[in-house]
């Protein structure tokens, strides 16, 4: 090849390329989400109720997030609880189907299409609607209870103990996702291994224990921070179930939920913009303790060890 | 000069090219309006029935949008924000003074002189003296109620003087008939308009004149009372069964079979009546024997103009139209409440039925006994009124005492009210 800088505008090149593909993606934040961004970490330190000029506040919204707002903890309560059920549960749930899936080769891709359909649905109105129908009083569930059993449940929805777990349910139904991520990792384990193991006589549970958690270790470790950072923004189920409350007595106050009222019902742009700064940082120390903690368990093929 | 020349010939192809398109014979043909409203199914009907019958004979074009209570107010106030306000809305009273003064709705006086509004009806929509929303039909509150549930309770008709005994004593002989199915009555301990009219029975206020709260803890902690005994003697249902009533009237017990008596808004039978398959009847509110009703009257709606409206006096004829045309005054008929123009009234009493009558007699009757119009809630009434559900529903679940619950009510609701 030529001499230096060729070679150096020949990187030149590439790195343009690079970003002429990156543009559209690039153009887009830089209008339509920087600006707004950069907009929220003003307007978080100022009073605004949209129909009057912001009026700068200093640090006042947070102090009184962290001070004098019991319904902050609450949401930060109702965040955390739901999401220390879900994330594992979903997790195990989709780690389980997809190990079946992978063992049944032949009628593997029409029930990975099947299994997956939750997940399209699952955002969805129509699906909160269908769950609401499903956990009322006189809902599916209870009516099916009472013909196997003899008897009635309470009302799953509107009852507050009770409220989350079936937003819980219908979190984990949509294990499509991390399923077809865990399905391609199976598929990555090298088969020689689990030959040798059984040569050895290890058990397809010791199998599952010694060689496939191991090896999908980085898999599962990226299907959890996705599911954390999901976890946290988390917000039309509850919305369309509580009707947009967070009730029944805020049990399914999810935080995004209470940054939506306290923005759009109440008209107060400033503290909300607070709250979701807030909501940044507590998902970037999660994501970061993930990250820090991460060498300690998860295995990667080229690592020295 | 290129330019002046090109905008020039811009403008005249685009008046041509508008006058080809235009019906010739109407001056406003081509204007374009927006209507906003919150709704009901039966409402949002008539609404776009008298809207598209309105845009045909004036050859506008008028764009209807509807939406609930809730939804309704979150989507205008980030409308009239973002500089994109309809150019018609409905407006509450409750909200009336807040975007009036914030210079958000245009001033009406020149434009709808209303001569056949009593001063009354005209004045609901006055703000510092000058008219911001146009009265749509006048209403108050209501006992809502199955007439045949009543009749087997032994409850012929509800005497205009009924006690909150009465309302006991029938409610429990209702509960006895299906148990656990069905009940007297919602549990109406979390509506604010409830607590306001008990308070009202009262001489008190939900809010004072200075937008303060004009009730003290232990005014809560009566009302909680009240609503405890009820539950415990089996009037109401258990907390779980209204949890999820936001407010929707499909969403309420009385809608929904669950339950005899739900406390509404006189004009809402129209929208009650319409899902439900029991004949229904409206009475007023119980009260203490002896005591005051604590009805008042007032604008169940207004129709405002957005201060930024192009089309000021299109807008304006369009709620001439609604209130006093006798085209249009049909087409709305008393489902937003009793119409305030008496050529309305006569327009529309030949052709009411029983409900209608019915809803007319009885704004009429309470006009007689009705206290007078409470000061406009403050800022922050809004979220008082989600404030009340929250804490209403932890005292009927049993996760607050009566004695707590009434304290932390009063507590975050004064804290709302310094702090809007």
């Given at each position: 090849?030529?001499?230096?800088s060729?070679?150096?505008s020949g990187?030149?090149?590439r790195?343009?390329?690079?970003y002429?593909?990156?543009a559209?993606w690039?153009?887009?934040f830089?209008?339509?989400s920087?600006?707004?961004?950069?907009?929220?970490?003003y307007?978080?330190?100022?009073?605004?109720?949209?129909l009057?000029?912001?009026?700068?506040i200093?640090?006042?919204?947070?102090?009184r997030m962290?001070?004098?707002?019991?319904?902050f903890?609450?949401a930060?309560?109702v965040?955390?609880?739901y999401?220390?059920m879900?994330?594992p549960?979903k997790?195990?749930f989709?780690l389980a189907?997809?190990?079946?899936?992978d063992?049944a080769v032949?009628?593997g891709?029409?029930?990975?299409a099947?299994f997956?359909?939750?997940?399209?649905l699952g955002?969805?109105?129509?699906?909160?609607v269908?769950?609401r129908?499903?956990?009322e009083?006189?809902?599916?569930?209870n009516?099916v209870?009472l013909?196997?059993f003899?008897?009635?449940?309470?009302s799953?929805?509107s009852?507050p103990?009770?409220?989350?777990?079936t937003l819980?349910?219908?979190?984990?139904?949509?294990?499509g996702?991390?399923?077809?991520?865990f399905?391609?990792?199976?598929r990555?384990?090298?088969?020689d291994l689990y030959e040798a193991?059984s040569m050895?006589?290890a058990?397809?549970?010791?199998q599952f224990r010694?060689?496939?958690?191991?090896?999908?270790?980085?898999v599962?470790f990226f299907?959890m921070?996705?599911?954390?950072?999901?976890?946290?923004?988390a917000f039309t189920?509850?919305?369309?179930i509580?009707g947009?409350?967070?009730?029944?007595?805020?049990s399914?106050?999810f935080?995004?939920?209470?940054?939506y009222q306290e923005a759009f019902?109440?008209?107060r742009?400033g503290?909300?913009?607070?709250?979701a700064w807030?909501l940044?940082?507590v998902?970037?120390?999660?994501?970061g303790?993930?990250f820090?903690t991460?060498?300690?368990?998860?295995?990667y093929?080229d690592d020295?060890? | 000069m290129?330019?002046l020349?090109r905008?020039?010939?811009?403008?005249?192809a685009?008046?041509a090219?508008?006058?080809?398109?235009?019906p010739s014979?109407f001056?406003?043909?081509?204007?374009k309006?927006?209507?906003?409203w919150w709704?009901n199914?039966d409402?949002d009907?008539r609404?776009?029935?008298l809207?598209?019958a309105?845009?045909?004979k004036?050859?506008m074009?008028?764009?209807?949008?509807a939406?609930?209570w809730?939804?309704?107010?979150t989507k205008l106030?980030t409308?009239?924000a973002?500089?994109n306000?309809?150019d018609l809305f409905?407006?509450d009273?409750r909200?009336?003074?807040?975007?009036?003064r914030?210079?958000t709705?245009?001033p009406?006086?020149?434009?709808l002189p209303?001569p056949?509004?009593?001063p009354?009806?005209?004045?609901?929509g006055?703000v510092?003296g000058?008219?911001y929303?146009?009265n749509?039909?006048t209403?108050?509150?209501a006992?809502a109620?199955d007439?045949d549930m009543l009749?087997?309770a032994g409850?012929?008709t509800?005497?205009?003087?009924?006690?909150w005994d009465?309302?006991g004593?029938?409610g429990a002989?209702?509960?006895k008939?299906?148990?656990g199915?069905?009940?007297?009555s919602?549990?109406?301990s979390?509506w604010?308009q409830?607590f306001?009219?008990?308070?009202?029975?009262?001489?008190k206020?939900l809010?004072?004149?200075?937008g303060?709260?004009?009730?003290?803890?232990?005014?809560?902690?009566g009302?909680?009372?009240?609503w405890?005994?009820y539950?415990?003697a089996?009037?109401i249902p258990?907390a779980?069964?209204?949890?999820?009533?936001n407010g929707?009237?499909?969403e309420y017990e009385?809608t929904?079979?669950?339950?005899a008596?739900?406390?509404?808004?006189?004009n809402?039978i129209?929208?009650?009546?319409g899902?439900n398959?029991?004949?229904l009847?409206?009475s007023?509110?119980?009260?203490?024997?002896?005591?005051?009703?604590?009805h008042?009257?007032?604008?169940?709606?207004m129709?405002s103009?957005?201060?930024r409206s192009?089309?000021p006096?299109?807008s304006a004829?369009l709620?001439n139209?609604?209130?006093t045309?006798?085209?249009?005054?049909?087409?709305?008929?008393?489902?937003?409440?009793?119409p305030c123009s008496?050529?309305?009234r006569a327009?529309?009493a030949p052709e009411?039925?029983?409900?209608?009558?019915?809803?007319?007699d009885f704004?009429?009757a309470l006009?007689?006994?009705?206290?007078?119009l409470p000061p406009p809630?403050?800022?922050?009434a809004?979220?008082?009124?989600?404030?009340?559900?929250r804490?209403?529903?932890?005292?009927?679940?049993g996760k607050?005492?009566?004695?707590?619950?009434?304290?932390?009510?009063?507590?975050e609701a004064?804290?709302?009210l310094a702090r809007?």
């Open positions: 090849m030529g001499g230096r060729a070679s150096a990187a030149l090149r790195d343009l390329i690079g002429a593909f990156l559209p690039l153009v887009g830089l209008c339509f920087l600006g707004p961004v950069l907009a929220s970490l307007l978080s330190f100022t009073k605004f109720d949209l009057r000029p912001a009026v700068w200093g640090s006042e919204n947070y102090v962290f001070s004098a707002d019991p319904r903890w609450q930060l309560k965040t955390f609880s999401m220390a879900e994330v549960l997790l195990a989709a189907v997809a190990v079946a899936l063992k032949r009628a891709s029409l029930y990975r099947l997956y359909i939750p997940s399209l955002g969805s109105v129509a699906i909160a269908l769950w129908q499903i956990f009083g006189n809902g599916t569930l009516q209870l013909w196997l003899g008897f009635k449940g309470p799953w929805i009852t103990d009770t409220a989350l777990y819980v349910l219908l979190a984990v139904w949509q294990f996702s991390p399923m077809i991520i399905l391609a990792g199976l990555q384990v090298p088969q193991a050895d006589g058990g397809a549970w010791r010694k060689i496939t958690l191991p090896m999908l270790a980085p599962i299907n921070v996705l599911q954390v950072i999901e976890g946290f923004k189920p509850a919305f369309v509580s947009g409350t967070g009730g029944p007595i805020d399914t106050l935080y995004t939920l209470y940054l019902a109440y008209f742009m503290y909300a913009s607070a709250l807030v940044l940082l998902i970037g120390l999660f994501t303790i993930s820090l991460s060498k300690y368990w998860v295995y093929e020295p060890r | 290129s330019t020349n905008r020039q010939f811009v403008a005249t685009g008046a090219a508008a006058a080809a398109w235009a014979s001056a406003q043909a081509g204007t309006l927006r209507c906003f709704g199914p409402r009907k609404t776009r029935a809207l598209d309105y845009a045909k004036t050859g074009s008028i764009a209807a949008e939406l609930g809730g939804d309704y107010w106030g409308q009239v973002g500089g306000a309809p409905q407006m009273y909200y009336l003074f807040e975007y009036a914030r210079d709705l245009l009406l006086d020149a434009l209303l056949d509004f009593s009354g009806d005209r004045n609901g006055k510092d000058k008219l929303g146009v749509l039909g209403n108050s509150k006992m109620y007439v009749a087997k409850a012929k509800l005497d205009m003087a009924w006690t009465d309302f004593r029938i002989e209702i509960s008939m299906n148990p199915k069905y009940w007297g919602s549990d109406n979390r604010e409830g306001e009219q008990w308070l009202n029975q009262r001489g206020s809010y004072a004149a200075d303060k709260a004009g009730f003290t803890p232990d005014d809560v902690a009302w909680f009372d009240l405890d005994k539950r415990k089996g009037v258990p779980e069964v209204g949890a999820t009533n929707k009237i499909e009385l929904r079979g669950l339950a008596m739900s406390f509404a808004n006189s809402q129209v929208a009650f009546q899902l398959k029991n004949k009847a409206i007023p509110f119980p009260r203490d024997k002896g005591g005051s009703s604590g008042y009257i007032k604008p169940s709606q129709m103009v957005s201060a192009k089309a006096e299109e004829k709620i139209f609604m209130v045309d006798p085209e249009g005054v049909k087409f709305l008929g008393i489902e937003r409440g009793v008496a050529a309305a327009i529309l009411l039925d029983a409900l209608g009558k019915m809803q007319i704004v009429a006009g007689k006994i009705a206290v007078p809630p403050p800022k922050g809004g979220e008082i009124e989600k404030l009340l559900l804490t209403a529903d932890s005292v009927a679940f607050t005492s009566i004695k707590d619950g009434a304290q932390q009510f009063h507590t004064v804290n709302i809007a």
